[in-house]
């Protein structure tokens, strides 16, 4: 009877010991951008708005997963990367839950040439950036982005045509 316990006990340590290094390492790794989308981070956040999101969301898990899909703050070629265009993707029936992209689009959209406007059934508000070829480059969604914020992105990230 005794070896019998011994057993059954000796797998429950096997199966801690395997398990716990997985546990362990899921909280220090990055997410893909995928999963980071559908989390509702970008993966544009930069780490040090994380720790800034931590003073005032008392979320663990919540500042956790945006640790997992920040960029580290830094001054390199990265933080500099700018698109030839964009495609402000939205579908017009939803366009009603997101009055900054309706004002965005109505009063502002025009000082950037390089970007489109494009109606796609059930997609929720996000910029598809481009690159000089109008490949996809990046998605980042805008859900909860004010005008003021649009704005700033593309003016940092768009490139000015020529005859700006």
């Known amino acids: 009877?005794?070896?019998g316990l011994m057993g059954?006990?000796?797998y429950g340590v096997v199966l801690i010991l395997v398990l716990l290094p997985f546990s362990l390492g899921a909280s220090a790794e990055q997410l893909s951008s995928r999963e980071c989308e559908?989390?509702?981070f970008t993966g544009l956040a930069l780490c040090s708005d994380c720790n800034t999101l931590s003073d005032y969301v008392k979320d663990k898990e919540l500042v956790s997963d945006c640790?997992?899909?920040?960029?580290e703050d830094s001054d390199d070629a990265t933080t500099k990367i700018t698109y030839s265009g964009a495609l402000l993707e939205v579908c017009m029936?939803?366009?009603v839950f997101y009055p900054e992209v309706v004002s965005f689009i109505e009063e502002e959209k025009d000082q950037f040439p390089s970007v489109k406007v494009q109606y796609d059934f059930n997609s929720p508000p996000k910029l598809i950036m481009l690159d000089d070829e109008g490949q996809?480059?990046?998605t980042i969604r805008i859900d909860n982005w004010k005008r003021e914020h649009i704005l700033q992105f593309l003016r940092e990230k768009v490139k000015r045509l020529a005859s700006d």
């Open 1 to 3: 009877m005794n070896k």
């Open 8 to 10: 059954g006990y000796g």
């Open 38 to 40: 559908n989390l509702g």
């Open 67 to 71: 640790l997992k899909c920040c960029t």
């Open 93 to 95: 029936r939803k366009l």
């Open 136 to 138: 996809q480059k990046e």
